[in-house]
């Protein structure tokens, strides 16, 4: 499965990709230029937004960025960080 998301960290980012997803982060500005390029009405939505995101996937794939997993060893740092902040 593919995902585009506007975001490329956070705990919902880390589980689609520790669940075997392709995650591809996409900038709001690419979403924006997308869609001056694709869809003919500006106004802003969520379903459009989740629109343009998918077929920015599928047509513009090759011109994205895909999230990496983190490592164990960063995982790791992230708990022991984490745990030093509280």
Same mark, same amino acid.
């Given at each position: 499965?593919?995902?585009?998301?506007?975001t490329d960290r956070?705990?919902?980012?880390?589980?689609?990709?520790?669940?075997?997803?392709?995650?591809?982060?996409i900038s709001p500005?690419?979403?924006?230029?997308?869609?001056?390029?694709?869809? *003919?009405?500006? &106004?802003?939505?969520? $379903?459009?937004? +989740?629109? /343009?995101?998918?077929?920015?996937?599928?047509?513009?794939?090759?011109?994205?960025?895909?999230?990496?997993?983190? *490592?164990?060893? &960063?995982?790791?740092? $992230?708990?022991? +960080?984490? /745990?030093?902040?509280?």
């Amino acid at each position: 499965m593919i995902v585009g998301i506007e975001t490329d960290r956070g705990s919902w980012v880390q589980a689609l990709v520790a669940s075997g997803y392709q995650v591809y982060a996409i900038s709001p500005r690419q979403v924006a230029r997308f869609k001056e390029r694709y869809i *003919s009405s500006g &106004a802003k939505s969520d $379903k459009g937004d +989740a629109h /343009a995101l998918a077929d920015m996937v599928r047509i513009d794939r090759d011109q994205l960025r895909p999230v990496a997993g983190d *490592s164990a060893a &960063a995982q790791a740092v $992230k708990v022991v +960080a984490r /745990a030093h902040q509280t």
